[in-house]
């Protein structure tokens, strides 16, 4: 029997029939497996500019002004001056050393193998790292045989929202995490703790439209329209289109650390028309903990969701299953 549901906020225009057109499809049937992949492969052909999200702006460097990271197979330093950052590969470029480990006087850094000094963020250093600060994180972009961009190509965002970033290491790779994404239909089978419902009504040039019901308390829900696009191959983004926190974006990023791990960044930035969210703001320190929850609470069943179509699709069972002390894909282990 299916829940009944007490509805609560701003009322949805009709859908125009389309939603009784997909009433009475199943999930599962249209969760289909070849059409998520061949939807990923034409979000595969997007331009990324060679940009990669490193992280939180805010939590970047906080506890040392220098950090190691890895992107896609590379090893930077990652220097904080003041409030700026700059980066550089974190090879020497004699021999190799880690240049993490060498003497520090600001910027500058002496090499500890043989001594070669250098000034990390001297536009005339040659190993260095282009990087954007969009506000929220922070951005690398590496050489590849693609076009390079000068900056990232960042959908839009509300400003004066409220922004708050969750982050996590996963055993996968980032199509996987796109590609769960992809698939909304398992969204209100999956969390239900977190969707009433959820209907997708249209698939459009690579875009996903649905209504979900957000619960607020057990049956209260927010129903709102939103959209699934990809502005980049490692990025997916939902815009709430319609209802209550109209405007509101959750950004997914992955970022190929190497083969088989996976940086899941996940902004979220809330934002709403109503007066009261002027208060919102101004307690925002206070709400970031609870978005960031929220974000974690869906990634941990996520996680599993996107680690067990990797296992699936390289056969590592019993390395993955020691790795992780359970079996790949229960979000409860
Ligand atoms: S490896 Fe750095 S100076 Fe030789
Ligand atoms: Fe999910």
Same mark, same amino acid.
């Given at each position: 029997?299916?829940?009944?549901?007490?509805?609560?906020?701003?009322?949805?225009?009709?859908?125009?029939?389309?939603?009784?057109?997909?009433?009475?499809?199943?999930?599962?049937?249209?969760?289909?497996?070849?059409?998520?992949?061949?939807?990923?492969?034409?979000?595969?052909?997007?331009?990324?500019?060679?940009?990669?999200?490193?992280?939180?702006?805010?939590?970047?460097?906080?506890?040392?002004?220098?950090?190691?990271?890895?992107?896609?197979?590379?090893?930077? %330093?990652?220097?904080?001056?003041?409030?700026?950052?700059?980066?550089?590969?974190?090879?020497?470029?004699?021999?190799?050393?880690?240049?993490?480990?060498?003497?520090? !006087?600001?910027?500058?850094?002496?090499?500890?193998?043989?001594? %070669?000094?250098?000034?990390? #963020?001297?536009?005339?250093?040659?190993?260095?790292?282009?990087?954007?600060?969009?506000?929220?994180?922070?951005?690398?972009?590496?050489?590849?045989?693609?076009?390079?961009?000068?900056?990232?190509?960042?959908?839009?965002?509300?400003?004066?929202?409220?922004?708050?970033?969750?982050?996590?290491?996963?055993?996968?790779?980032?199509?996987?995490?796109?590609?769960?994404?992809?698939?909304?239909?398992?969204?209100?089978?999956?969390?239900?703790?977190?969707?009433?419902?959820?209907?997708?009504?249209?698939?459009?040039?690579?875009?996903?439209?649905?209504?979900?019901?957000?619960?607020?308390?057990?049956?209260?829900?927010?129903?709102?329209?939103?959209?699934?696009? #990809?502005?980049?191959?490692?990025?997916?983004?939902?815009?709430?289109?319609?209802?209550?926190?109209?405007?509101?974006?959750?950004?997914?990023?992955?970022?190929?650390?190497?083969?088989?791990?996976?940086?899941?960044?996940?902004?979220?930035?809330?934002?709403?028309?109503?007066?009261?969210?002027?208060?919102?703001?101004?307690?925002?320190?206070? *709400?970031?903990?609870?978005?960031?929850?929220?974000?974690?609470?869906?990634?941990?069943? !996520?996680?599993?969701?996107?680690?067990?179509?990797?296992? *699936?699709?390289?056969?590592?069972?019993?390395?993955?299953?020691?790795?992780?002390?359970?079996?790949?894909?229960?979000?409860?282990?």
């Amino acid at each position: 029997m299916s829940e009944k549901l007490i509805r609560v906020g701003k009322k949805l225009p009709a859908l125009d029939g389309l939603e009784e057109k997909v009433k009475n499809q199943t999930d599962w049937v249209s969760a289909d497996p070849v059409k998520i992949r061949t939807n990923f492969q034409k979000i595969l052909q997007k331009p990324s500019g060679n940009w990669f999200v490193l992280g939180d702006r805010g939590k970047l460097c906080s506890k040392k002004h220098r950090e190691v990271h890895f992107v896609n197979g590379k090893e930077l %330093l990652l220097i904080r001056n003041q409030d700026q950052f700059c980066c550089i590969s974190n090879l020497c470029p004699h021999m190799g050393a880690p240049l993490s480990i060498g003497r520090f !006087d600001g910027t500058r850094v002496t090499c500890a193998w043989h001594g %070669l000094s250098l000034d990390c #963020c001297s536009s005339h250093t040659n190993n260095r790292v282009p990087i954007y600060d969009d506000g929220y994180l922070i951005w690398v972009r590496l050489p590849s045989n693609q076009q390079s961009s000068d900056t990232p190509y960042l959908c839009d965002r509300p400003s004066n929202g409220i922004g708050a970033v969750y982050q996590k290491v996963l055993r996968c790779n980032p199509e996987h995490v796109i590609q769960n994404r992809l698939d909304p239909w398992h969204g209100a089978h999956f969390h239900p703790h977190t969707f009433a419902h959820l209907q997708v009504y249209c698939e459009f040039e690579g875009a996903l439209f649905l209504r979900v019901a957000y619960r607020v308390w057990k049956r209260v829900c927010i129903e709102v329209d939103a959209r699934f696009h #990809c502005p980049d191959p490692r990025t997916i983004v939902m815009t709430i289109m319609e209802g209550e926190g109209k405007g509101s974006i959750v950004e997914t990023h992955a970022t190929p650390l190497s083969p088989g791990y996976t940086l899941l960044t996940e902004l979220t930035i809330a934002y709403s028309s109503r007066p009261g969210f002027k208060v919102a703001r101004v307690i925002s320190p206070l *709400l970031r903990p609870f978005i960031a929850h929220a974000m974690a609470r869906l990634w941990k069943e !996520d996680a599993a969701y996107a680690e067990r179509r990797y296992y *699936l699709e390289h056969g590592f069972p019993y390395q993955m299953y020691r790795e992780k002390g359970a079996l790949v894909g229960d979000p409860k282990a």
